[in-house]
């Protein structure tokens, strides 16, 4: 259900000055043609402004009621078809108006109906009252139904969206062997609950934002209070205040708003798809931003090396849990050099492979009309089309063309003799590597760098690989997630917080919340429980 | 750190601190040092690493002891408030051009060292030009962001050495230390000769980096900067032992890269062969930090001379005039000998040695304390990394409910 | 000749955007000397490249400080006897 969006943006508008400023730019300009007007106290006239500032729009419904108390109460029902519920309209507005009032509801309100109605007649949850017609839009287009009584410049704003929404499913881009299968979904309010239901402490708070001039979009700012930093807080609550975009359609367009360095491959916000990981994060202490509409929420501040952590390593048991993450790190790196080493050693340095190594290569090479780096640029090229093919596709074509590419274009280029098999062999192994990354995010910027080092590489060799790794040591260095380096805990160096980065050290060492959040309430677990001992006899 | 404290400059910690100090001295000693000393001490060059160690320590003892006195100011600074407007410009000229030589010396020895092993046929202002762009490129980042860079190198370095040096273990060779001083302890002491000037000289760029140090890490800045010395030491000696005792005097006191043709030794079951190119990675990484230290401080003393508000407009320019000067400070390999191992140490003493201790004299005799901050051009961010320690907030702990939303 | 011609073309693109970078952050007196700099290395630089005879600091220094090395190298030297 729809909550009331509104009430956290009251809270901020202290703040709001920029934006506020800018909002009344935007409306002079005739983007809403009501402005704060105040409501009308007649009917017709109501709607007749409404029809024709919202050109008759064909989803928008009047409902025009006449009450049978003294009065003859008439009423005007406003919604939006599709955006509320059909049922909840039904059962819990029209059947209570409609139905017999009891004898004192039906004495004569003198105009005091609305208050009526308000307090007695709907059985909805959540009913505003609406003064002007900012508002009245505002709950319009978020699925309310809103009326309005014959004689009173007020309205009613009654909360019964619904429409279709899609349910809870198991998270399509971060699956998990163990732990939780539901996943986020578009509705803000179902993902809040599914984080709550995590997190059941008083300590949770939310703050309800408003982004975006048109779309308006509902964005939820998530944390836990007395564990995230107040002076983050305060820069996660700048930072949105400073944009001023006309359509917020996902997290990613705030994400690329508020992030800290804007020219960069690296994802310097994470997001996920998971309320576990989501929950997570939030006792240690970080921020999340969860946007109406897609079930992608953001989680700052983040650092590198949460782009090779999943929910799962806290669940499965420490041990495999350490090797994964060293494997993905390993695997990122595979992502990352495998195709320029190879290159750099075929044209460059041949006399690092032992001989015999070298001579099969060679006799492999042998007819191969491209040099090395050229075979290697075009296979990895080859290989991103298909990658991008597969994911545009139906799953049905998607098969055909992983079989098509894979096969017939790997197979026939090495038996035709166009590309020599190791750069088949090197290109494979880089692809399956680059899939490791639990992050699509950093598996983009993986992708990117990858043909930067290629270049590198086919120009001068291991000496341009190191100068582009130097490069991307220093610019990773210098990277900040909302003023935390990027590269914590290992530089700036944190002894303490090596215990989950590469490695997971099992839960009962870790008694402490990550070093780099500033929050103070550091004790995770109270006393040592270590591993029971055998009873010694 | 509060977020009001004026000028809010980037700060290290003490650790980045004193593992720039560690890189600084890897990116020379690592690779170059060892032949100059094992062609003068032979079998007994690593006594005279092990002797080197309580120098470094003095001299670094000079230089805490300046810090100690002006803690916010750089030597380039407090030179000024010790002897004069006119004396300490002429001073600071000396050091400029100290860190221009050297900087230049440090791109020589790196194009040397790619064109012998890694690169034969690329020219040589090509290699030094991609170098320098990188350099460029990290000293205009500031020092927060190299000194993040070098905690990274840092680690990855240490790895590697210890990785090669286990590998090696096995070839050790005993006989090749015998005898142990032939011709009594003269000779280990004679063999510190170039190590004075060629690292230790050099350390004075440490002075320019003290006053970035985090103010809260100053007591330990001390601490870590001692664990680095024996570090640096224990670094240099272990090198030593292993090059005289894989490879011999001979062999080791005739290859300019010493440890690099050390890796080439490495043979593990015909499998891992070849390693040496992780130690010209290592080397590039490490002198890579010594070069972007030496054209920072560069920048940041000639900026501090002209009385700038900013350093960065220097670097690009100031790389254009390293990048030729690398090309001929050397006219020939007799002349890089004669300069290397003789004069540059008089001179790098004199820098490195005699001025500071000049300076602390002056400063005891006058009883010179000055706390004031100079201008150390690092206000970038606002004491974000510094977002950790802020103890003073004030919001209560209290569970307490927001307004309850109007249902 | 053409090496030259590039470096002061390169020189010239280089001067130009300190010029204006630091000309819209209001740094005048950087920027003076940014471009001093600049010029001493395009001359070393365009020196380099035909070949001309260019004062080099080493030398200045050798200069310098080869009174006091030349008796400490050669007290060195001397004695160096193989084993």
Known sequence: MFGDYLKGKSKSDSNNDKRSVRAEKHEQEGMNPFSNKPLSASLEQNMELLKRELGDASDIMYRNLELENADRTKLLIVYVQGMVDDDMMNEFVIKPLLSKLSSDQAESTSGKFLELMKSSLLPTGTVNELADWKQFLQKLFMGYAIIMVEGTDKALAAAISGGEKRGIEEPKTEMAIRGPREGFTESLRVNTSLVRRKLRSPKVWMEQWTLGEITQTPVCIMYVKGLADEKMLEDVRERLNGICIDSIMESGNIEELISDQKWSPFPTIMYTERPDTVAGNLIEGRISLLVDGTPFALIVPSTLNMFFQTAEDYYQRFDIATFLRMLRFVSFVIAILMPSVYVAIASYHQEMIPTRLLLKLAAQREGVPFPAYLEAFIMEFVFEILREAV???????GN???????????????????????????VSITAIASFVAPVYSLGIAARLLRFLLLFAASTIGFYGIGMVMLLLLLHLSNLRSFGIPYLTPFAPFKLKDLKDTLVRAPLWLMRERPQLLPSKNKIRQQTEIEPRKEPTQ | MSKNAGINNAEITSGQCAKLYILFALGSSALILPTVVIEIAKQDAWLTMLLAGPINYLVLMIYLALADRFPNLSLVQYMEKLIGKWAA????????????????????????????????ITPTWFIDAIFMLVVIYGVCLGIETMARTGEILYFWSTFVIFIILIALLYQLDYKNFEPLLYNGIL????????????????????????????????KKLRKSLKLATVMITAYSVLLTLFL???????????????????????????????????????????????????????SVSTAQLLGLSNYRPLVVPFGFVVLPLSLIIYRNIAHARVFSAGVWTVYSVFQGYVL?????????????????????FENRYQANESIGDNKSGDETDSIATKEPAPT | MLASILIVLLAMVVGILIWKHNGTKRRFRERKWAIFILLIGTVYMVGQALRFPLPNPADWIMAVCSPISNPIISWIKEGSVQK
């Open chain 1, 391 to 397: 994911v545009r596709m139906p799953s049905a074509a």
């Open chain 1, 400 to 426: 055909t063309i992983s079989i098509v590419g894979g096969l017939v274009i790997g197979q026939s280029a090495v038996e035709a003799g166009i590309v020599s098999p190791a750069v088949v062999i090197v």
């Open chain 2, 89 to 120: 410009k002429a001073l600071m000229l000396t050091y400029v051009l100290f860190f221009l030589v050297n900087s230049a010396l440090v791109l020589r020895n790196i194009s040397d060292f790619l064109g012998l092993s890694v690169l034969p």
């Open chain 2, 187 to 218: 000779r280990p002491i004679k063999g510190l000769y170039p190590i004075l000037g060629f690292p230790i000289g050099e350390f004075v760029f440490i002075t320019m980096i003290f006053p970035l140090v985090r103010k809260t890490d100053r």
């Open chain 2, 244 to 298: 005289i005792g894989v490879m011999g005097v001979d062999e080791s006191s005739r290859s300019p890269f010493a440890v690099y043709d050390l890796a080439k030794n490495i043979n593990i079951e015909e499998i891992l062969v070849r390693v040496e190119i992780l130690v010209a990675m290592i080397w590039i990484g490490t002198i890579f930090m010594k070069l972007v230290l030496c054209v920072y401080v560069l």
């Open chain 2, 356 to 376: 500071p201790l000049l300076l602390l004299i002056i400063a005891v005799i006058m009883k010179k304390r000055d706390n004031s901050e100079g201008n150390s």
